[in-house]
């Protein structure tokens, strides 16, 4: 429980943040029980306490960004940021501003661009211009700022600064501002947070900042919440109590498992329930229902680049050439009986190919080479904006991630896929022409095309018969290729090598989808054509 101290000086006496009750659990592990905890408007505030005690996650709950349920969390009681109930709903857009460790800038956009991101996205804000965004960033001593790749990590902090600053928002957060930092360059941050905070003016804004260091704010915050993970609540300090408690510090046993973690089986069935979700929200986002349509259509045009980029036709193209060479080698050359069959059966054996490789062969070789390489690439995409914090950023912009990111990734490959089916069979077809008249010299071009088209071509359409099974049959490998990839990216990443399991995972997840598919497509798909 809290203690009753003065707020503040600067601050009103009315609450910003109010908690009563507050109970949270991370994958089962208690962080805080029936906590209560005030932060006034106007304060600036320190929110400090062990490794492992659960300062980001309080902190994510304040932004709005973490639901209950979500990530393993379970929330109970109350946590209000002044009209608006954080456990049940997200602030109003641009209420609150996060500055998240790391930055958490969208490494595809320029840092101009992304304080324009959070501009735009600004409710009820006028039609922001580029100017506004480059004196935001030259406020703060950034100018000429082109791709983030090129800024040091002083600079990026800076930029991250400016795209929250432009919500102008009423509660700023902070996570670790500091970290990294020598002492000279912390107290520089710290004083360019403290012109932030006073940067609200008369709405008295108020301040939350996660941080180890509590020397680099003397003199500019004046009390802590300390989060004391033994009894499970927060506690108010003067600054120079807390600098204490840190001195002696000694590593604390984490508590047991919360007694009301779900069971195994309940975990199993609420990942198996996520897993349908995550393909429900699949279908659903075939709709954009993009905030804005720039950035809609500018993650459309990445994740398409990835999807059908010059190395994808390459890949596929060099793999329908191999399908074509050995389907037509190994056909003729292991024919039994060959010498005696084949004068004979030669324009059916040509025949069956086309099929073949029309019908089965392209396109299930298209959809596993694109579930492992675009699924992959797909999934390293989402998992890595999920383990920069990107996702958080979006969503304290006010914008679910899916509606921009999830819609570009299912277009993107519902798009592609035909192209890509396309080219394996075109590249498959000259491949087994090239092979038929190297290896039958007394036949010519226009025999191997009569004979190899002859169950495919359409007198009265222009298009070969089954191209409607082909199609239906990549488009369902493609949505589960992109569902795939989304719901085993957004899984939570602690570390790198939580993406690099999620790769693995997509991968194995999107195959499997994809012989599924394609068996229980052959199998609806002939037996309607027999009984035709």
Known sequence: MSSDVDHEPGGSGVPAIEARGLSVAIGGQPLLHDADFVVRRGELVLLCGPSGAGKTVLLKLLAGVLRDGSGGCRLKGELRFEATDLLRQRPPPGRVGVLFQNHALFDELTAEENVLFALRHRAGAEPPDRHHARAL????????????????????????LARTLALSPDLLLYDEPTTGLDPANARNVADMICSAHAG???????????????????????????????????????????????STLEQTD??????????????????SGEALAAVATALLRLLPTWPRARYGVRYLLHYLRIAAS??????????????????????????????????LFVDDVLSALGFMMFRVLSPLLVTLLI??????????????????????????????????????????????????????????????LGVFLFTHEERNGFFWERAFTRGLVNEDFPLHWGWNWVVAKTEVCALGIAAAAWFIGTREKL????????????????????????????FFEFRAQNTL
Do not use: N
């Open 137 to 160: 960033l030259a406020q703060l001593g950034v100018e000429r700022a082109g791709a983030l790749r090129h800024l040091s990590g002083g600079q990026l902090q800076r930029v991250a």
């Open 200 to 246: 609200g003016g008369e709405r008295m804004r108020t301040t939350v900042i996660v941080t180890h260091d509590l020397e680099a704010f003397r003199g500019i915050a004046r009390e802590v919440l300390w989060l004391a993970p033994a009894e499970r609540c927060l506690l108010r300090l003067p600054l120079d109590a807390a600098l204490q408690r840190t």
């Open 371 to 432: 579930a492992a390489r675009t699924g992959a690439a797909f999934a390293a995409d989402i998992g890595g904006k999920v383990y920069a914090r990107q996702f958080d950023a979006l969503r304290s912009f006010g914008v679910e991630p899916s509606r921009y990111l999830l819609t570009g990734v299912s277009w993107s490959l519902l798009i592609a896929m035909p192209f890509l089916v396309w080219t394996m069979w075109w590249l498959a077809e000259i491949s087994c």
């Open 254 to 271: 984490r508590a047991g498992p919360d007694p009301d973690a779900p069971p195994l089986l309940a975990r199993f069935l609420g990942r």
């Open 310 to 343: 010059p190395g994808a036709f390459l890949y596929v193209g060099a793999a329908g050439l191999l399908l074509g060479f050995v389907a037509t080698y190994f056909a003729f050359e292991k024919m039994p009986k060959k010498d005696f069959i084949e004068p």
């Open 495 to 522: 570390a790198a090598d939580d993406v690099s399991r999620g790769v693995t995972r997509t991968v194995i997840a999107a195959s499997l989808w994809v012989l599924v598919v394609h068996f229980a497509f052959a």
